[in-house]
C-alpha cells in the first residue's frame, strides 16, 4: 500500500494550507490516520492523528488551536488543515496510517511512529516570517 501526501507549498507566517493524504492504489482496512513532521536536522514529532472508529483526534501541543485533522470516510483520504501557520512549522510532512491489524487504538498510541505501517512520501511546508 503507497500513501500520497498533497497540499505542501510556500506560505507566509499566518497563512494556510491543506494537506490531504489518500492510498495511491486499492482503499484499505487501518483504524486510524496520522500526521508527523520532519525539519531540517530534528527528528520526526507527531503532529496530530484521528481515530476512524470514533473520530476521536489528538494533536501535539504545538499545533493545538491551529490544526485540524479530519477525513473523508468515503475517498480514505484524511486531511490536515494548518491556520496561522509560523516559520517554526517548516518542514516535511508526512502521511501514516496503520493496517488494521492492531485492533482499535487508544490516542496516546496514535502520536507515536511505531503504530503505523504505512507511510506517505512526504510534502514540504516552507513558512517565511
Known amino acids: 500500500v503507497q500513501l500520497q501526501a498533497f497540499g505542501g507549498g510556500l506560505v507566509q507566517a499566518g497563512g494556510s494550507l491543506r494537506l490531504s493524504c489518500g492510498p495511491s492504489g486499492r482503499a484499505f482496512r487501518s483504524y486510524a490516520g496520522g500526521w508527523f513532521r520532519q525539519a531540517p536536522g530534528k527528528e520526526r514529532e507527531f503532529v496530530a492523528a484521528?481515530?476512524?472508529?470514533?473520530?476521536?483526534?489528538t494533536y501535539a501541543d504545538s499545533v493545538k488551536g491551529r490544526f485540524t485533522v479530519s477525513r473523508d470516510g468515503a475517498k480514505n483520504v484524511v486531511y490536515l488543515q494548518m491556520n496561522s501557520l509560523k516559520p517554526e512549522d517548516t518542514a516535511v510532512y508526512y502521511c501514516a496510517a496503520d493496517k488494521g491489524s492492531k485492533g482499535i487504538p487508544v490516542l496516546p498510541v496514535l502520536t507515536t511512529t511505531g503504530w503505523y505501517d504505512y507511510w506517505g512520501q512526504g510534502t514540504l511546508v516552507t513558512v517565511s516570517s
Open positions: 484521528i481515530s476512524w472508529r470514533d473520530g476521536k483526534k
